[in-house]
């Protein structure tokens, strides 16, 4: 089979398209023919090693996983002989995590991996496009802000990946949007369910007046320091972008003040609760309350040119690679 792989850490180039041996289920394993994977700014970061202290995770001196990847849908074509849950022909979503695994023609997952049904009236491009940005953002919303009906939330990063979800899970939850984006993505984050758009290319988001009880900051580019005027007095700042910066702002903001700033690893948590997310993400696409955006689409042969996209920052919704 056709695989990425990545033997050390560096710029796009480091991904190189290989034949490799097309990995044999074992008795609790799946067998799965993978039909589209995603590219997200968090395989960039993953692929370069940086910030450093990620490598505690992933690789000190070189990617421990060899196959990049962390979401898939797919087709179930061969299981192992303790499968139940699963049966040949079965359409998935999955999400691997720091397993890494999807930029392959073919992977291996156990019965207990973070897997669901995939919705059957979606493609798999669209399947496989939402699960890290809708996992990541229902995480921030539900569990980090506590987002509740009526409350302000202010979403800067709001036409990617992480954003275009947050946007609609957040709607959904009854709160009131802004979103912050540039010119030509007004009109996407407004048919996404918004009830108001910044253009960050005109208007300076910290001469705001209005107070939000949320501000997530999808991309990290924001400082808490200069924003907390526009929170309310027990406002939080969430984003999934963990620097030097932020983990100061999160230790200070533990100790004094109601305002917090608070990162969260959304892809280091139990596999329980990661399922119960694919599984509700799964189920909001089946009856069309979550929809995907996808900006580009890529073959395997073309992974350098999808991160060299994504490293932009430019990207509307989502990347995807189709197999």
């Known amino acids: 089979m056709k695989a990425v792989i990545a033997n050390a850490y560096g710029d796009p180039n480091v991904l190189q398209v290989k034949e490799i041996a097309t990995p044999k289920p074992n008795e ?11 590219v997200t700014a968090a395989h960039c970061a993953m692929r370069t090693g940086k910030p450093l202290f990620g490598r505690l995770f992933i690789g000190l001196t070189r990617p421990k996983i060899a196959i990049p990847g962390t979401d898939l849908s797919g087709t179930v ?17 999955a999400a691997t995590d720091v397993k890494g695994g999807s930029y392959a023609e073919y992977i291996c997952l156990e019965e207990r991996d973070v897997i669901a049904t995939k919705p059957g009236n979606i493609s ?36 990617g990946s992480i954003g275009t979800a947050a946007i609609q899970l957040a709607k959904l939850e009854g709160a009131e949007v802004t979103a912050v984006c540039s010119t030509k993505n007004i009109d996407l984050v407004m048919t996404l369910g918004s009830d108001n758009a910044i253009d960050y290319t005109t208007e300076d988001i910290t001469k705001q007046t209005e ?7 999808t991309v990290g580019k924001l400082d808490f320091n200069q924003i907390k005027h526009i929170l309310t007095p027990d406002g939080k700042y969430l984003s999934p972008v963990l620097g030097l910066g932020m983990l100061k702002d999160m230790l200070i903001s533990s100790f004094a003040g109601k305002q917090k700033a608070i990162f969260s690893a959304t892809g280091l948590r139990k596999d329980p ?28 042969e073309e992974v350098a040119d999808a991160h060299k996209y994504v490293e932009t920052g430019h990207k509307r919704g989502n990347i995807v690679i189709e197999m």
Request: proline share 0%; hydrophobic share 40%.
């Open 273 to 300: 609760e990661k399922q119960k997310d694919l599984t509700y993400i799964s189920e909001l696409m089946q009856q069309g309350k979550l929809k995907t955006f996808i900006d580009r689409k890529y073959s395997l």
């Open 211 to 217: 107070k939000y009880d949320v501000i997530f900051d």
């Open 28 to 38: 609790n394993e799946i067998l799965v023919k993978i039909h589209a994977t995603s």
């Open 77 to 93: 074509i061969e299981v192992g002989s303790q499968v139940s849950k699963f049966k040949v022909g079965d359409e998935i979503i």
């Open 124 to 159: 798999h491009a669209e399947a496989s496009g939402i699960i890290d940005g809708g996992q990541t953002a229902l995480s921030f919303l539900r569990d980090s802000a506590k987002l509740q009906a009526g409350q302000k939330i202010l979403i800067n990063g709001a036409s």
